[in-house]
């Protein structure tokens, strides 16, 4: 999966994308396939990797993972609040 954020600087949101790969195991992993769809808001704990590679066009690119310990979902989903009830 992967996640975007948006900054605030001095009180004013700027419009700067960034992306974040997520890496889940185990329980963890079931879960944020079931639950996390494009757009849903969440909050994560994990550890960060950052990774370099160059790409096919010879560039030198960063990416930076999340090695996901927590997910707590913040935006409520149709889905999710059925689960809930039956659970």
Known sequence: RQMCIRDSIKGEWI???QWFNLLAWS???????KYLTKGTELAVEGRLVN???????GIKRVS???ILSEVLILS???ELLVD????
């Open 76 to 78: 409520k989903h149709k």
């Open 27 to 33: 329980k963890l992993a079931l879960y944020v396939e």
């Open 51 to 57: 990774k370099s590679f160059t790409d096919k066009a």
């Open 64 to 66: 930076t993972e999340i």
């Open 84 to 87: 809930q009830k039956t659970v």
């Open 15 to 17: 419009e700067e994308t």
